[in-house]
């Protein structure tokens, strides 16, 4: 997410704010029974396709009095496995669900066949070096003949305005490609670790990494990234991203305030579909992409912590509209979201990227006022079938 990690780390007021909104963590037991949820990863393995999360906080921010982790999740099908976004924590929690293989290597990641980035907002993407460099030790990343495919965001191809229009022009970080997209950032990660990748391939025989991971920029339709500083283009269709055996993955253009390209993800299986929003307003192209899904698995944020928290900063009145209206334009509330879930006629709405990450679920419950069929509020580890169930 945007505009609140930029807040919070330049003032320390919204910070204390969190603070004050602590609540108590929340269980996956909460939503057990039904057909499509299962509550523990046994139950949830008889599923040929499940929804797993790994991680359901947002904002480069370890909350106070919370157990969510970095947002990230994983789309299990099978014995084969897909990753969206590597927030904070996403490594240890493939662990923690019993995602890792039991093969040759302590990081079995052989069925990891593709990673989906939303965006390249810190909290979206930190832990996406370490699935790369902990993953290939041991040869546990990808196959030779099957490497990891990544898939994310271009370059952006010119600078965010500033904000407030006021400020004067900050110096640019790496003028010499200051918007790099998830190829660029991933050639960049190999050279900054080679280090450590040469003595892994050198001294211990491990793989060379460039031949099991594979990233790639989505592709725009012609003219839709004509202006990043301009409100996104409706996407008539959307885009193909990645297909095989298993799922077809396509996205569209979501609304994230200045983060452009920002995307929603779908995937169709033979079980079911299951859409991600990523981080995005109320968006026209997502609610598209997921008409009639079986999941969506959508962002929320807490408009009256928004509100409290920019509230409290020694800020003339008018910033501090400014801040408030930034913020929740690139995000969806509380009191938003079901409606999202209603028009889009998704049958289970599972509301992930808390912010902020450490309220107590019965303020989450609210979202399901507009919204007609199941909500799930999202919790760490929580594993959720989609469709039918193995014998
Ligand atoms: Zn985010
Ligand atoms: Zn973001």
Redesign the pocket.
């Known amino acids: 997410?945007?505009d609140v990690?930029r807040i919070a780390m330049s003032r320390r007021g919204l910070l204390r704010s969190a603070g004050a909104l602590t609540g108590a963590a929340m269980s996956p037991m909460l939503f057990s029974g039904s057909a499509s949820t299962a509550d523990t990863a046994g139950d949830a393995a008889r599923y040929n396709t499940r929804l797993v999360l790994l991680g359901t906080s947002?904002?480069p921010i370890w909350w106070e009095d919370s157990d969510r982790s970095g947002?990230s999740s994983a789309i299990v099908i099978g014995d084969a496995k897909y990753v969206v976004d590597c927030?904070d924590g996403a490594g240890h929690s493939l662990r923690k669900a019993g995602l890792l293989g039991q093969g040759e290597g302590q990081n079995d990641l052989h069925d990891l066949r593709g990673v989906f980035l939303t965006?390249l907002?810190s909290?979206?993407i930190s832990d996406y070096p370490a699935l790369l460099l902990h993953g290939f030790v041991g040869g546990g990343l990808g196959r030779d003949d099957r490497p990891v495919q990544v898939h994310g965001p271009g370059r952006r191809g010119t600078l965010p305005e500033v904000f407030p229009p006021d400020r004067p022009e900050p110096d640019v970080v790496n003028p010499g490609n200051p918007w790099p997209g998830t190829a660029d950032m991933t050639s960049s990660l190999i050279e900054a670790f080679a280090t450590d990748i040469n003595d892994r391939i050198f001294d211990s025989g491990a793989p060379d990494i460039r031949a099991r991971v594979q990233a790639h920029d989505i592709v725009l339709p012609e003219g839709a990234g004509a202006d990043p500083n301009a409100a996104p283009p409706r996407l008539e269709t959307p885009v193909e991203v990645y297909e095989d055996d298993r799922v077809k993955v396509t996205a569209t253009l979501v609304d994230h305030g200045q983060v452009f390209p920002s995307f929603g993800y779908r995937f169709d299986t033979e079980d079911g579909s299951v859409v991600f929003s990523g981080?995005t307003t109320v968006s026209d192209n997502l609610i598209d992409l997921a008409a009639n899904c079986n999941l969506l698995v959508h962002?929320v944020v807490d408009e009256a912590w928004v509100r409290e928290s920019i509230e409290g900063l020694p800020e003339p009145q008018p910033i501090k509209d400014a801040y408030i209206n930034h913020m929740l334009g690139a995000h969806t509330t509380i009191e938003q979201v079901g409606g999202v879930a209603e028009e889009a006629g998704a049958g289970t709405l599972v509301l992930n990227?808390f912010?902020p990450g450490n309220l107590p679920a019965g303020r989450w419950q609210q979202a399901g006022k507009d919204f007609s069929g199941r909500l799930i509020i999202g919790a760490d580890l929580m594993h959720i079938g989609v469709g039918r169930k193995h014998d």
């Open positions: 997410m945007c990690s947002g904002g947002i927030g965006h907002h909290d979206h981080d962002e990227h912010v």
